[in-house]
């Protein structure tokens, strides 16, 4: 047997990887709800200007990328806020990816029994899930990057799918009026928060600046990503609009996928099924990234970044995550007043983060320039 | 750990056994050829009455060249230097004991010249050959219809006649305590990437096993990844094949006695790329070999389909099709998991005893198989039409992959589906396939990646890789080689 | 050390597996132990109550038989069908939902309701309106016809794909969306049994989720032209003596400012099938003749059509999208149907058909 590298960063990625990757974040989950919030075809421009801020977001994040701290690794960090802080902020971050990771795979789950398995335990499939996921991560941290690529070929086809929604009989142009803003409530603002936070996930590239390449036109390719990201989403808000008209579509649950439910093939129907099916991907992608940044985070809260990691550390850090989302699923996740409130506390969380981490570390990492200057 | 245990005892065992180097002597051959029948020890006087006495191993020898070429001149030679008088290209003098018995193995003989007391040895091996043929296993229409045979000297003429350069090395190495296996490791000097054959020469250095009889055993020993169900070496017989690898910067390992060589680093996809690919015109090739990778994929998730949408799925399946599907199913016995390992099973029989079976019953076999699976299987109502025929489209399908190892994997990873598939339905099946390409992209080969040029990502080299594109555009060799040289082409000055 | 390890967590895994047994399902949708519905066709019971029937086994070949049961709630009637037959009876295809007329003129958004909850029930189920005793000639008719229900199935296919242009299809998801959306009332199809007939009969006009007006025989084909097909492979006129045929239409609507005058233009493409009248058609002149007769026919009985629809209130042609626009706030529906009921209508026709071939002039 080989000894058990998960953190070898002897091979660092080209920034096509962090394309993907970024790409990939964006479209987690939180885009299944997307249109359910978004309603009004004047969001369209919610998209687009959420589009505009997050670019310049990912400028600051670029900015920071490139900074002499960020190609440190760890240890521009330490340099950065001492060894008790990057504690500390490590701690916040951990938490922080649990939210995330508790609520992508519990919304996923919440799509497979509502759509596939009605009346199957649940408990099941998160031990599967995970179970695939902590497989995909013992790879390393290397190989669980490089499978991005395989996630995207895998899942980006599925958009083409819709297709059919802009041809005619469906597609009517009277859907997509006003474009201007009518009636603005509190609602929309909500919209805007959703799609923003649907935004968030190149944040969690600072804990993979180790494996990425430095001097890279990072710039570009988070661009493209950014870009990519947003016709994704107006394609399936529009799509969603034709179909469903503006009218109807708070009332659908999971819009996009009821969409695919109505396609059909001569050899299948409910093609749903299949494309939720292959939307694991995606989650066992971020799920095994987080779930190795989680116990690269653990090792550095309990200060063991010099020791070699362990199979057993792993592991148990696979079974604590396994117990933590069967504890969210069964009490907390099911506690329903309006609206789902660990999903709303993620919206509030990831749209913080992304407006704020970039922001942040370019800031500290300009004073501390200038102090030492 | 037995397996730890097992390794210290043959380093042991090899410490001991350190040879002391001896004198060669005609007693002391006699002693160590004791008890072989098939030694020949002859005397001879010549025509100046010197003494020469000839050792060899009749079985190993050329009968008629030692007549020719060394008997006859030696005897009536005219002057006193025996030396002189043999007529082969290679005489060579030895002195140790150790080493005269490895030549007389080979295939060589030893001549004592009494008088000068030196030990001569003329190489004079029974070239055992069968014909050149056409390759069995990767049978194509058009190309070269050549093969390798289990010699190994006539198997580097092949590649060497089709790379006529100097810059072709040969690195020869012995693997096998008791079989003593020569093996050869073929490169382009200042093409293949120096990192490739450096790796190569230290896991040949470190291989320590007794018998090698083929190249899988020698590539079993080499492999990064063991419980792996996918070769990591390529194995062809196809000169061809071998020398446009080499041209692209792979390095290639040949054996002695086995028609088959290694070829590597390999990606997954080189194992579905057939010699033909480059003949065809490049339209048909792509389609070919998307055609292939289709196959592929369907001989791997067809039935787990199957089971999965009858099982969990109803509601996926056209009514047409359900229409069809519920007449022939209404009546069996098993669910359609259990039908389909029986049949899966039943199929998988009839496959290894196909094999193994002397060509003239096979006809037999083909009668009794055709039956049970075809009629019997279904009047008798043990599984159904549908499945019959996807059992059918799989298993032809499966056979399209032109890597034979490749198309037993893929039997393996079908068996896996289908239970995934039976618990899970379509979602299980996606659980698998993230599985299982997880680990292809973790494999390695050479301690190359396995999934590039996927992943890794390096699209250039996209042009031969679903598709094959047309050869004019394929300037650069594959980046995920990193061949030393680039460009296929000559640059102008 | 490592390799007990290994063992040790496989043992964990295995046990975990088992023990709470294999397979974590409650739900059998095995093939052969269920029998997947085709259709179901509702009436209205005794007392409130809703009189449900389906025909068993769906989709095999072997004597079938019409369950008939009657209950408060539809999916109270899934599960005592269920308690009636030996295998388990499933939605996950039903593909026909059978509406009688009577219950579909008191409403129907409460069935509506509960196929659109059950996520196993197909948006691409077609609703029917049925006028007559349908479980009766299902009864007479399975014994006679082999699979009737899956050949009734597809019958209702062929129509909507492609859109073949003689009946007005429409699944589920189809008459949802109208039914929720403002400015558009949905439309589904009338099929009238009569003995041992299944025939269409028209196309039925919803206000809400009640069945107002059917309209038939050449108010339906109109209706096929302006709005679900745009497309007709036969228009008898009688009165003309004429069959038009192969029609494609363009439909261009007109709204005023402020909402007094809706002008209909429609573009004709077709040729004539059958003529039997008295022109000589392969004159220039009187072809023009015979093609402004058809015109104002066409536009005479469209605005009766169209009259019909202001007086019920109802606007199925989805006339109201017409005042939304992209800059503009939208108007709600209440304006809009009371502008609608008052509106004046102008309709025009434009004819453009091929010249005939193969024929030579009788006179």
């Given at each position: 047997m080989t000894t058990f590298s998960l953190f070898d960063k002897s091979s660092k990625m080209d920034g096509i990887y962090v394309f993907f990757i970024v790409n990939r974040f964006q479209m987690l989950f939180l885009f299944f709800l997307l249109p359910t919030y978004l309603l009004h075809p004047f969001m369209i421009w919610g998209i687009v200007a959420m589009a505009i801020f997050s670019q310049l977001n990912i400028r600051l994040l670029c900015k920071w990328l490139e900074s002499n701290y960020a190609k440190k690794g760890y240890q521009g960090f330490v340099e950065l806020f001492g060894v008790r802080m990057v504690r500390l902020l490590t701690f916040i971050g951990l938490i922080l990816i649990l939210i995330k990771i508790t609520v992508i795979t519990l919304g996923y789950l919440e799509v497979i029994h509502d759509f596939i398995f009605p009346s199957m335990n649940s408990n099941w499939i998160i031990f599967f899930i995970l179970l695939t996921s902590s497989y995909v991560a013992s790879l390393g941290m290397k190989n669980t990057i490089r499978f991005v690529v395989i996630v995207f070929l895998c899942v980006f086809w599925i958009i083409f799918l819709y297709f059919p929604f802009f041809i005619p009989p469906i597609a009517a142009l009277h859907d997509l009026y006003p474009l201007i803003p009518t009636n603005w409530t509190t609602d929309s603002w909500k919209g805007l928060l959703l799609i923003w936070s649907s935004y968030s996930g190149p944040e969690y590239l600072i804990c993979l600046i180790p494996w990425i390449k430095p001097q890279q036109k990072m710039r570009k390719y988070l661009t493209y990503a950014n870009a990519l990201s947003t016709s994704e989403y107006l394609l399936l808000f529009i799509a969603s609009l034709f179909f469903f008209g503006s009218n109807y579509l708070s009332k659908s649950k999971y819009p996009i996928i009821h969409m695919i439910r109505y396609l059909q093939s001569p050899m299948f129907e409910r093609l749903d099924i299949i494309l939720i099916s292959l939307h694991m991907f995606v989650l066992v992608f971020a799920l095994s990234i987080f779930l190795l940044c989680i116990y690269g985070a653990t090792r550095i809260i309990l200060k063991k970044t010099s020791t070699q990691p362990s199979r057993m550390g792993f592991a148990v850090t696979c079974i604590v995550l396994f117990l933590c989302f069967v504890f969210v699923n069964n009490w907390i996740w099911s506690i329903k007043t309006e609206q789902n409130i660990l999903l709303n506390i993620q919206i509030w969380l990831s749209g913080i983060t992304y407006f704020i981490v970039p922001t942040f570390l370019l800031l500290l990492t300009k004073l501390k320039g200038r102090v030492k200057a | 750990m037995f397996w730890k245990k097992g390794k210290r005892i043959a380093n042991d065992s090899s410490d001991t056994q350190q040879p002391v180097q001896r004198k060669i002597s005609l007693d002391s051959l006699k002693q160590v050829l004791d008890n072989m029948d098939d030694v020949e020890i002859i005397e001879r006087t010549t025509l100046n009455d010197q003494k020469v006495v000839l050792i060899y191993l009749r079985t190993l020898i050329d009968q008629d060249r030692l007549n020719e070429s060394i008997i006859e001149p030696v005897i009536q030679c005219p002057h006193a230097m025996i030396y002189e008088s043999i007529a082969t290209p290679k005489v060579m003098k030895i002195h140790l004991l150790e080493e005269a018995q490895k030549l007389l193995l080979t295939g060589a003989v030893l001549l004592n010249d009494c008088i000068q007391e030196q030990w001569l040895v003329i190489p004079l091996p029974n070239e055992l050959s069968r014909g050149i043929e056409t390759s069995e296993t990767e049978t194509i229409l058009y190309g070269a219809k050549d093969s390798f045979t289990e010699q190994l000297e006539p198997n580097i003429t092949l590649i060497r006649r089709r790379l006529p350069i100097t810059e072709l090395k040969t690195e020869k190495y012995k693997v096998g305590s008791l079989s003593e296996t020569t093996i050869v490791l073929m490169y382009i000097d200042g093409l293949t990437n120096p990192e490739y054959i450096s790796i190569a020469r230290k896991k040949i250095s470190e291989i320590n096993f007794d018998l090698f009889f083929d190249s899988s055993q020698v590539a079993a020993f080499m492999e990064e990844h063991h419980h792996s169900i996918f070769p990591q070496f390529q194995q062809t017989d196809r000169p061809d094949v071998c020398a446009y690898s080499l041209g692209l910067g792979k390095l290639t390992i040949l054996v002695e006695n086995t028609p088959f060589v290694l070829i590597a680093p390999i990606t997954f996809f080189h194992l579905f790329q057939s010699p033909e690919d480059y003949i065809n015109r490049w339209p048909v090739a792509s389609f070919l070999r998307i055609i292939r990778y289709l196959s592929f994929f369907l001989s791997v998730t067809l039935i787990p389909l199957y089971v999965a949408l009858t099982t969990h799925h109803y509601q996926m399946i056209p009514l047409q099709i359900l229409f069809v599907i519920v007449e022939s199913r209404s009546k069996l016995p098993f669910t359609p998991f259990w039908e389909a390992i029986l049949m899966l099973t039943i199929l998988e029989i009839i496959k290894e005893a196909s094999l193994r079976m002397p060509t003239k019953s096979s006809q037999t076999l083909g009668v009794i198989g055709g039956i049970v699976i075809g009629q019997a299987a279904v009047q008798a109502g043990f599984a159904s039409k549908v499945l019959i025929v996807l059992v059918c489209i799989s298993t032809i399908s499966s056979f399209l992959v032109p890597n034979y190892l490749m198309t037993k994997a893929n039997t393996l990873i079908q068996f896996c589906f289908l239970l995934l598939s039976s618990f899970f339905g379509v979602f299980g099946i996606a659980m698998g396939a993230v599985a299982i390409l997880a680990h292809l992209n973790g494999l390695t080969s050479l301690k190359q990646p396995y999934f590039s040029p996927i992943a890794p990502f390096y699209w250039k080299d996209w042009i031969d890789l679903f598709i094959r594109g047309p050869l004019i555009n394929m300037k650069s060799r594959p980046d995920h080689l990193h061949p030393l040289q680039k460009w296929r082409y000559k640059r102008r000055m | 050390m490592r390799r007990k390890k290994i063992l040790l967590v496989w043992g964990i895994f295995v046990s975990l597996v088992m023990i709470p047994g294999c397979?974590?399902?409650?739900?059998?949708?095995t093939i052969e132990d269920i029998a997947p519905v085709t259709f179901w066709s509702i009436s209205k019971g005794e007392k409130r109550k809703i009189k449900m029937s389906t025909l068993v086994p769906p989709l095999v070949n072997e004597p079938k038989s019409l369950l008939t049961l009657e209950v408060d709630l539809l999916k109270q009637g899934g599960k005592d069908f269920n308690l009636r037959y030996y295998r388990e009876l499933k939605v996950g295809q039903l593909r026909m939902f059978l509406i009688h007329e009577e219950l579909a003129k008191q409403g129907i958004i409460q069935l509506i309701n509960t196929l659109l909850t059950d996520y196993d029930i197909s948006q691409r189920m077609y609703l029917v309106i049925v006028k007559g005793n349908f479980d009766e000639y299902i009864n007479r008719q399975a014994k006679k016809q082999e699979n009737l229900d899956y050949y009734l199935y597809r019958m209702l296919k062929h129509y909507e794909r492609k859109k073949q242009g003689e009946m007005t299809i429409v699944n589920l998801h189809e008459y949802k969306n109208k039914l929720f959306s403002p400015f558009s009332d949905p439309v589904l199809p009338v099929f009238k049994v009569a003995k041992d007939n299944f025939t269409y009969e028209g196309t039925a006009f919803f206000s809400n989720d009640k069945l107002i007006e059917t309209v038939k025989n050449t108010e339906d084909q109109i209706f096929q032209l302006l709005d679900n097909d745009h497309y007709l492979k036969f228009f008898p006129i009688p009165k003309l003596d004429v069959v038009i045929g192969h029609l494609r239409s363009r439909v261009n609507v007109d709204l005023d400012k402020n909402l007094s005058l809706v002008t209909i233009n429609v573009k004709l493409n077709g040729r004539i099938e059958e003529y039997q009248g008295n022109?000589?058609?392969?004159?220039g002149n009187e072809l023009m003749q015979l093609h402004k007769e058809i015109e104002t026919e066409l536009e005479m009985k469209t605005t009766d059509l169209i009259k019909k629809m202001q007086e019920l209130k109802v606007d199925p042609l989805q006339i109201g999208t017409h005042t939304l626009s992209p800059f503009s706030k939208p108007i709600s529906e209440k304006v809009w149907l009371a502008a609608w009921g008052k509106m004046n209508i102008k309709v025009n026709y434009q004819l453009y058909f091929e010249a005939l071939q193969n024929t030579k002039n009788n006179y």
């Amino acid at each position: 047997m080989t000894t058990f590298s998960l953190f070898d960063k002897s091979s660092k990625m080209d920034g096509i990887y962090v394309f993907f990757i970024v790409n990939r974040f964006q479209m987690l989950f939180l885009f299944f709800l997307l249109p359910t919030y978004l309603l009004h075809p004047f969001m369209i421009w919610g998209i687009v200007a959420m589009a505009i801020f997050s670019q310049l977001n990912i400028r600051l994040l670029c900015k920071w990328l490139e900074s002499n701290y960020a190609k440190k690794g760890y240890q521009g960090f330490v340099e950065l806020f001492g060894v008790r802080m990057v504690r500390l902020l490590t701690f916040i971050g951990l938490i922080l990816i649990l939210i995330k990771i508790t609520v992508i795979t519990l919304g996923y789950l919440e799509v497979i029994h509502d759509f596939i398995f009605p009346s199957m335990n649940s408990n099941w499939i998160i031990f599967f899930i995970l179970l695939t996921s902590s497989y995909v991560a013992s790879l390393g941290m290397k190989n669980t990057i490089r499978f991005v690529v395989i996630v995207f070929l895998c899942v980006f086809w599925i958009i083409f799918l819709y297709f059919p929604f802009f041809i005619p009989p469906i597609a009517a142009l009277h859907d997509l009026y006003p474009l201007i803003p009518t009636n603005w409530t509190t609602d929309s603002w909500k919209g805007l928060l959703l799609i923003w936070s649907s935004y968030s996930g190149p944040e969690y590239l600072i804990c993979l600046i180790p494996w990425i390449k430095p001097q890279q036109k990072m710039r570009k390719y988070l661009t493209y990503a950014n870009a990519l990201s947003t016709s994704e989403y107006l394609l399936l808000f529009i799509a969603s609009l034709f179909f469903f008209g503006s009218n109807y579509l708070s009332k659908s649950k999971y819009p996009i996928i009821h969409m695919i439910r109505y396609l059909q093939s001569p050899m299948f129907e409910r093609l749903d099924i299949i494309l939720i099916s292959l939307h694991m991907f995606v989650l066992v992608f971020a799920l095994s990234i987080f779930l190795l940044c989680i116990y690269g985070a653990t090792r550095i809260i309990l200060k063991k970044t010099s020791t070699q990691p362990s199979r057993m550390g792993f592991a148990v850090t696979c079974i604590v995550l396994f117990l933590c989302f069967v504890f969210v699923n069964n009490w907390i996740w099911s506690i329903k007043t309006e609206q789902n409130i660990l999903l709303n506390i993620q919206i509030w969380l990831s749209g913080i983060t992304y407006f704020i981490v970039p922001t942040f570390l370019l800031l500290l990492t300009k004073l501390k320039g200038r102090v030492k200057a | 750990m037995f397996w730890k245990k097992g390794k210290r005892i043959a380093n042991d065992s090899s410490d001991t056994q350190q040879p002391v180097q001896r004198k060669i002597s005609l007693d002391s051959l006699k002693q160590v050829l004791d008890n072989m029948d098939d030694v020949e020890i002859i005397e001879r006087t010549t025509l100046n009455d010197q003494k020469v006495v000839l050792i060899y191993l009749r079985t190993l020898i050329d009968q008629d060249r030692l007549n020719e070429s060394i008997i006859e001149p030696v005897i009536q030679c005219p002057h006193a230097m025996i030396y002189e008088s043999i007529a082969t290209p290679k005489v060579m003098k030895i002195h140790l004991l150790e080493e005269a018995q490895k030549l007389l193995l080979t295939g060589a003989v030893l001549l004592n010249d009494c008088i000068q007391e030196q030990w001569l040895v003329i190489p004079l091996p029974n070239e055992l050959s069968r014909g050149i043929e056409t390759s069995e296993t990767e049978t194509i229409l058009y190309g070269a219809k050549d093969s390798f045979t289990e010699q190994l000297e006539p198997n580097i003429t092949l590649i060497r006649r089709r790379l006529p350069i100097t810059e072709l090395k040969t690195e020869k190495y012995k693997v096998g305590s008791l079989s003593e296996t020569t093996i050869v490791l073929m490169y382009i000097d200042g093409l293949t990437n120096p990192e490739y054959i450096s790796i190569a020469r230290k896991k040949i250095s470190e291989i320590n096993f007794d018998l090698f009889f083929d190249s899988s055993q020698v590539a079993a020993f080499m492999e990064e990844h063991h419980h792996s169900i996918f070769p990591q070496f390529q194995q062809t017989d196809r000169p061809d094949v071998c020398a446009y690898s080499l041209g692209l910067g792979k390095l290639t390992i040949l054996v002695e006695n086995t028609p088959f060589v290694l070829i590597a680093p390999i990606t997954f996809f080189h194992l579905f790329q057939s010699p033909e690919d480059y003949i065809n015109r490049w339209p048909v090739a792509s389609f070919l070999r998307i055609i292939r990778y289709l196959s592929f994929f369907l001989s791997v998730t067809l039935i787990p389909l199957y089971v999965a949408l009858t099982t969990h799925h109803y509601q996926m399946i056209p009514l047409q099709i359900l229409f069809v599907i519920v007449e022939s199913r209404s009546k069996l016995p098993f669910t359609p998991f259990w039908e389909a390992i029986l049949m899966l099973t039943i199929l998988e029989i009839i496959k290894e005893a196909s094999l193994r079976m002397p060509t003239k019953s096979s006809q037999t076999l083909g009668v009794i198989g055709g039956i049970v699976i075809g009629q019997a299987a279904v009047q008798a109502g043990f599984a159904s039409k549908v499945l019959i025929v996807l059992v059918c489209i799989s298993t032809i399908s499966s056979f399209l992959v032109p890597n034979y190892l490749m198309t037993k994997a893929n039997t393996l990873i079908q068996f896996c589906f289908l239970l995934l598939s039976s618990f899970f339905g379509v979602f299980g099946i996606a659980m698998g396939a993230v599985a299982i390409l997880a680990h292809l992209n973790g494999l390695t080969s050479l301690k190359q990646p396995y999934f590039s040029p996927i992943a890794p990502f390096y699209w250039k080299d996209w042009i031969d890789l679903f598709i094959r594109g047309p050869l004019i555009n394929m300037k650069s060799r594959p980046d995920h080689l990193h061949p030393l040289q680039k460009w296929r082409y000559k640059r102008r000055m | 050390m490592r390799r007990k390890k290994i063992l040790l967590v496989w043992g964990i895994f295995v046990s975990l597996v088992m023990i709470p047994g294999c397979a974590p399902f409650v739900e059998n949708n095995t093939i052969e132990d269920i029998a997947p519905v085709t259709f179901w066709s509702i009436s209205k019971g005794e007392k409130r109550k809703i009189k449900m029937s389906t025909l068993v086994p769906p989709l095999v070949n072997e004597p079938k038989s019409l369950l008939t049961l009657e209950v408060d709630l539809l999916k109270q009637g899934g599960k005592d069908f269920n308690l009636r037959y030996y295998r388990e009876l499933k939605v996950g295809q039903l593909r026909m939902f059978l509406i009688h007329e009577e219950l579909a003129k008191q409403g129907i958004i409460q069935l509506i309701n509960t196929l659109l909850t059950d996520y196993d029930i197909s948006q691409r189920m077609y609703l029917v309106i049925v006028k007559g005793n349908f479980d009766e000639y299902i009864n007479r008719q399975a014994k006679k016809q082999e699979n009737l229900d899956y050949y009734l199935y597809r019958m209702l296919k062929h129509y909507e794909r492609k859109k073949q242009g003689e009946m007005t299809i429409v699944n589920l998801h189809e008459y949802k969306n109208k039914l929720f959306s403002p400015f558009s009332d949905p439309v589904l199809p009338v099929f009238k049994v009569a003995k041992d007939n299944f025939t269409y009969e028209g196309t039925a006009f919803f206000s809400n989720d009640k069945l107002i007006e059917t309209v038939k025989n050449t108010e339906d084909q109109i209706f096929q032209l302006l709005d679900n097909d745009h497309y007709l492979k036969f228009f008898p006129i009688p009165k003309l003596d004429v069959v038009i045929g192969h029609l494609r239409s363009r439909v261009n609507v007109d709204l005023d400012k402020n909402l007094s005058l809706v002008t209909i233009n429609v573009k004709l493409n077709g040729r004539i099938e059958e003529y039997q009248g008295n022109k000589n058609i392969l004159n220039g002149n009187e072809l023009m003749q015979l093609h402004k007769e058809i015109e104002t026919e066409l536009e005479m009985k469209t605005t009766d059509l169209i009259k019909k629809m202001q007086e019920l209130k109802v606007d199925p042609l989805q006339i109201g999208t017409h005042t939304l626009s992209p800059f503009s706030k939208p108007i709600s529906e209440k304006v809009w149907l009371a502008a609608w009921g008052k509106m004046n209508i102008k309709v025009n026709y434009q004819l453009y058909f091929e010249a005939l071939q193969n024929t030579k002039n009788n006179y």
